[in-house]
């Protein structure tokens, strides 16, 4: 089953990229029912979700240039045999894969789905947690900065479909009114450290 062959790849990564992958599985299974997809394509797209970052393995093990498109494309060939894709399928899974990091690579339905709903987990709270880690680790960034560098980036997100310019809209209202609560708190808590005189 590729769910669990893949899983532990994820898992075992040092950034758990699980998470990330079952919120962008949750979005193409919406968008494949919102644009009514059949069985078969819905089958193919949620394959590609499945698969779409298993390169950040070898990846973080080369600690190089971000190909992590290309590697989920390698290592998709060896997950597929033995799954029941034809040859066509496994094409258009690797295909869609390939291209779901850029906008205007993206040319078929598919890697236009795969493109949105991977966007899409980047204007959700998951992406907030996770990227929050990796930006304070790597850049010592605090809790105002990561927030301000998230919103910049969720406001220049671009989609394919009006129906994921429509989830997108609704999931950064929610993070922007989060984000302004915290802004008071933030701003509470940085004029309170300014007084403190113990």
């Known amino acids: 089953m590729i769910?669990?062959?893949?899983?532990?790849?994820?898992?075992?990564?040092?950034?758990?990229?699980?998470?990330?992958?079952?919120?962008?599985?949750?979005?193409?299974t919406k968008l494949s029912e919102?644009?009514?997809?059949?069985?078969?394509?819905?089958?193919?797209?949620?394959t590609c979700a499945l698969l779409h970052d298993i390169?950040?393995?070898?990846?973080?093990?080369?600690?190089?240039?971000?190909?992590?498109?290309?590697?989920?494309?390698?290592?998709?060939?060896e997950i597929l045999s033995g799954e029941n894709f034809s040859e066509e399928e496994t094409k258009i899974i690797k295909e869609t894969i390939s291209t779901?990091?850029?906008?205007?690579?993206?040319k078929t339905?598919?890697?236009?789905?795969?493109?949105?709903?991977?966007?899409?987990?980047?204007?959700?709270?998951?992406?907030?947690?996770?990227?929050?880690?990796?930006?304070?680790?790597?850049?010592?960034?605090?809790?105002?900065?990561?927030f301000l560098r998230l919103i910049e980036k969720m406001n220049k997100r671009k989609f394919h479909f009006?129906?994921?310019?429509?989830?997108?809209k609704e999931n950064k209202e929610r993070m922007f009114e989060a984000f302004n609560y915290y802004k008071e708190l933030f701003d509470y808590a940085d004029e309170l450290e300014k007084k403190l005189n113990i």
């Open 162 to 168: 009006r129906e994921s310019e429509k989830i997108a």
């Open 109 to 146: 339905k598919f890697q236009k789905l795969l493109y949105d709903a991977d966007k899409l987990e980047k204007t959700t709270m998951g992406e907030v947690i996770r990227k929050s880690i990796i930006m304070h680790e790597k850049f010592k960034m605090n809790d105002e900065q990561i």
């Open 55 to 77: 390169g950040y393995k070898k990846q973080f093990e080369i600690e190089g240039e971000d190909m992590h498109e290309k590697y989920s494309v390698e290592m998709t060939e």
């Open 100 to 106: 779901h990091g850029v906008f205007e690579d993206c």
């Open 34 to 46: 919102t644009l009514n997809l059949n069985k078969s394509e819905k089958r193919i797209l949620q």
């Open 3 to 28: 769910k669990e062959k893949v899983k532990q790849i994820y898992e075992d990564l040092s950034v758990n990229k699980w998470g990330h992958v079952k919120r962008v599985l949750a979005f193409t």
